[in-house]
């Protein structure tokens, strides 16, 4: 079983030894970046030990053009060795050596397709690789969905009842066929039965009632904790939203299994499960982990893929945009919710496949048909009547709620996750799971806008009333009558079906604020935007229904004397309703251009994209003022994830020598010589210390730089070394230049590790600003850079030093705001209960770091 593969890799013990004398992915140096190399016949002579040659010879590149013979940036490619190149878990990846790799692949393949048939067809299905597997992935996502769908809501109303003629159908289905239904009493048929009717044998009274309300708790507590324990015990990692990991993993970190095949299989279990026990969450933001996990395992049957980690995350931005346009029927949403939000690296191609597989998702979806309405969701309307320009103060305001509640959500939900870290409390997550639904299932019963499911609130609060709805909200005291009269807004004053109605939302609404803080966390499947969207429906259905009885009462108003007569259809409470969700749920995620293109999407409406983009952009603002992170945002830097968001602005003066290791205090900085060391030293390095990568010089004397040579590598060479030539012992010289040092004629066979060097190390002055260090970071996706001074190596600035720093300058700049840890005190994004492992104890490239370790208590929880 997985589980116990995990257990015996270090997943239930107190201290993380799986990962060899490295303890974080930051530490992990490589060596990355653009090419500025200058060569003159003195470097040669030192590098390569040539005689002098007349002349010289200068060349730069960016990283992806072709380099001379004797610096090739992918020279271990022409003596491969196997498992240099690969990365450990919990690492980041190189993504400047994997696209090289990838273009030499490709130039291979294109060199060879001309010399035979079978060349050329190989040369065919590597071209058209890609478009397979993004077809696969949204083939996969949009039945998965459509199968999620399905069982959700019939494991929903299997709270409620069961349909005798036939037990597979859910509520609405097994009525289709009825003919003794009513207009008033649609849902009523004698082919579904209440857990009532089945057991006392009476549908009304308090009995009746009382053993509805049981059985109700009954299955919600049931259904939350075989999926609490589903998760616990086979996949710890399908647990939460998945979206903070999915950006995590797409910007270049490693995490082995959470997109396994387990992971998919007891996610989508799960997330049936957890979304039928009626708690506060969604099954649109797991079903991106779920479409990310398709594209994962389908990219592992293409080497094109499998053996590239970057190329692999062009697959993974493809499938999240699937992802998303399954779980909201916007295939165009989709594009841009992975461009917008996920993606680290999004190249033109991939915005390509990233629509076809969209596409084909959304195809499979409808053609499965999961709501029996044609469409690819459930809350699906279309408004048939204009917003006037009076109604964008509403809509404004209801930005401006958007704001707050998303504001006050990330700071309420982080402060619950980190006292849950560090309280005995969350060392019990089936128990808080169990309670959470026991509490949810209690107090949403009595109410008929909480029971339900918060999909199918969405959809009533976003309907127009008409002559065919039968809900509280439609209740007015004008009786509909098909004419155009009854239909319209204003000329209908509220019945008292609809202040009931108004009083059941508030209620609702309070309801839906304070469990959505304490149930996106849980360690079960939980997603976001269903929530989100519903807490912004209910409020803006209630202003909606104001703004219609303002309009009704004083239609003589200079607001709606010009173009609300009496009888007229002016206001729609539906649209304030989708205004508000759009609101809410950009409020508490900051997403903007995708969130109004799923929403538009979603009502098929081209006339509301104003009011929408109002509301969005004024709940940025507001939350924006509290605070630029969104959610997702806030729990990778919870969690300690190495992840650098390009929406931080960098605007302090500081120089590369200010952030570079070491510092004055620490031990000097490690370093290879290029042909003095012997392997017994080289392996005596390597085991007194535990950096993971070492600049190499030309001698200790020069200082002068070489390249770049990592740990993991060194130790895979001297071991292949071994294995395969004859003569290497621990006296052998090892030697990173082109050609063997003079040795004495009784010496030992030596070693050379030049394959392994990195020539073409990114490199900045001690006087680089920190401002375009961090930018080079960002856009180039470095790891480590090293700081020069007139060509002597001076120190090196890897990734987690750039998260230091502006935790340090965020600290300094809010001395008086609570804040979290500085990210050198927050541990690895392990397994659940895995003991976590300081990233302030790690060493980079002959930089030790002296933090101390972490207490026991702070342990990781993937959301």
């Not at 048929?189 to 509805?212: D, H, R, T």
């Not at 970057?310 to 699937?322: T, Y």
């Not at 205090?665 to 012997?678: F, G, K, M, N």
């Not at 090293?786 to 340090?808: A, D, F, P, R, Y």
Request: glycine fraction near 8%; include cysteine; hydrophobic fraction near 45%.
């Amino acid at each position: 079983m997985e589980s116990e593969q995990l257990y015996h890799r270090g997943y239930c013990r107190n201290s993380y030894n799986s990962i060899a004398s490295a303890s974080s992915d930051e530490e992990l140096l490589d060596g990355a970046g653009v090419i500025m190399d200058f060569h003159t016949t003195e470097d040669d002579n030192l590098l390569d030990g040539d005689a002098a040659s007349p002349g010289s010879n200068y060349a730069m590149s960016n990283g992806g053009g072709a380099a001379s013979s004797t610096t090739h940036l992918l020279d271990f490619l022409e003596e491969p060795i196997p498992g240099v190149g690969t990365y450990d878990d919990f690492h980041t990846i190189d993504w400047v050596r994997e696209k090289c790799k990838d273009r030499e692949r490709h130039r291979k393949i294109n060199s060879k397709k001309k010399e035979s048939a079978w060349e050329f067809t190989k040369s065919l299905y590597d071209a058209w690789s890609g478009w397979l597997v993004v077809t696969l992935t949204g083939l996969a996502s949009g039945a998965l969905a459509g199968l999620i769908d399905i069982a959700a809501d019939w494991m929903n109303d299997l709270k409620e009842g069961v349909c005798l003629s036939a037990m597979w159908f859910n509520h609405e289905q097994c009525c289709w066929t009825s003919n003794e239904t009513t207009f008033a009493e649609r849902d009523k048929c004698p082919q579904w039965k209440s857990w009532a009717e089945l057991i006392l044998g009476q549908a009304e009274g308090p009995g009746s009632y009382i053993m509805n309300y049981f059985m109700y708790i009954y299955w919600a507590l049931s259904f939350a904790f075989l999926a609490v324990c589903l998760v616990k015990v086979f996949a710890p990692y399908a647990c939460g939203s998945g979206i903070p990991e999915i950006k995590t993993i797409l910007s270049g970190f490693i995490i082995r299994g959470y997109l396994g095949k387990w992971t998919l299989m007891i996610k989508t279990i799960t997330l049936v499960l957890a979304v039928a026990s009626g708690l506060s969450l969604g099954k649109e933001g797991p079903l991106v982990h779920v479409a990310c996990c398709c594209g994962n395992i389908f990219s592992y049957l293409f080497p094109k893929y499998s053996k590239n980690e970057a190329k692999k995350r062009e697959v993974l931005s493809a499938a999240s945009a699937a992802g998303v346009s399954v779980a909201f029927g916007a295939p165009i949403g989709g594009v841009l919710f992975s461009l917008e939000e996920v993606s680290y690296y999004f190249p033109l191609k991939t915005l390509w496949r990233s629509f076809f597989a969209a596409l084909v998702a959304a195809f499979v979806l409808r053609s499965i048909n999961p709501f029996g309405n044609s469409r690819l969701v459930l809350f699906y309307v279309e408004y048939h009547t204009p917003w006037y320009l009076f109604e964008l103060i509403p809509f404004i305001l209801l930005g401006v709620f958007g704001g707050l509640w998303g504001a006050f959500f990330i700071r309420a939900n982080i402060a619950w996750c980190r006292r849950r870290k560090s309280t005995r409390f969350g060392k019990f997550p089936v128990l808080e799971v169990i309670l959470v639904a026991a509490i949810t299932a209690v107090v949403a019963f009595p109410n008929p806008y909480t029971r339900q499911n918060t999909s199918e609130l969405i959809k009533e609060l976003f309907t127009d009333c008409g002559p065919l709805e039968s809900s509280q909200l439609c209740q007015y005291r004008l009786q509909m009558n098909g004419s155009k009269a009854s239909e319209g807004g204003p000329n209908r004053p509220a019945g008292p079906g609809v202040y009931s109605a108004m009083w059941q939302l508030c209620l609702a609404l309070i309801f839906k604020i304070i469990m959505t803080i304490f149930t996106f966390g849980l360690k079960v499947p939980s997603g976001l935007f269903i929530p989100s969207m519903a807490i912004g429906a209910i409020a803006g259905r209630i202003v909606g229904i104001a703004v219609e009885q303002l309009a009704y009462y004083h239609h003589d108003w200079f607001l709606f004397k010009e173009w609300c007569e009496v009888g007229a259809d002016c206001i729609t409470p539906g649209l304030y309703a989708m205004v508000g969700a759009a609101a809410c749920l950009g409020g508490v995620t900051r997403m903007t251009v995708s969130l109004v293109v799923i929403v538009f999407e979603l009502t098929g409406g081209l006339e509301y994209i104003v009011p929408l983009m109002a509301a969005v952009m004024t709940s940025k603002w507001v939350g924006d003022a509290f605070g630029r992170e969104g959610i997702y945002e806030a729990h990778i830097r919870l969690n300690g994830y190495p992840f650098l968001d390009a929406k931080e602005e960098f605007t302090h003066t500081t120089l590369a020598r200010e952030v570079m290791r070491p510092r004055r205090s620490d031990p000097p900085l490690a370093v290879l010589t290029q042909d003095d060391l012997t392997v017994e030293e080289l392996q005596s390095v390597i085991n007194e210390t535990s950096y993971n990568g070492f600049p190499v010089i030309v001698s200790k004397e020069s200082q002068r730089l070489v390249g770049f040579a990592l740990r993991r590598d060194i130790t895979i060479a001297i071991e292949n070394a071994r294995r395969k030539q004859e003569g290497i012992v621990l006296s052998s010289r090892v030697y990173f230049t082109q050609h063997a040092p003079t040795l004495p004629a009784d010496s030992p066979r030596p070693l050379k590790l030049r394959s392994i060097l990195d020539m073409s190390p990114f490199t900045v002055t001690d006087h680089t600003p920190m401002e375009i260090v961090v930018d080079i970071f960002r856009k180039l996706g470095l790891r480590q850079c090293l700081v020069t001074h007139n060509g002597i190596v001076l120190g090196i600035i890897t990734k987690k030093n750039i998260l230091e720093h502006l935790e340090e300058l965020k600290q300094h700049m809010e001395p008086l705001v609570t804040s979290p840890a500085p990210i050198t005190h927050v541990t690895l994004p392990l397994l659940p209960t895995l003991a976590p492992v300081s990233l302030g104890s790690a060493s980079f490239g002959g930089v030790q770091s002296h933090n101390n370790q972490f207490s026991s208590d702070s342990t990781f929880s993937p959301i």
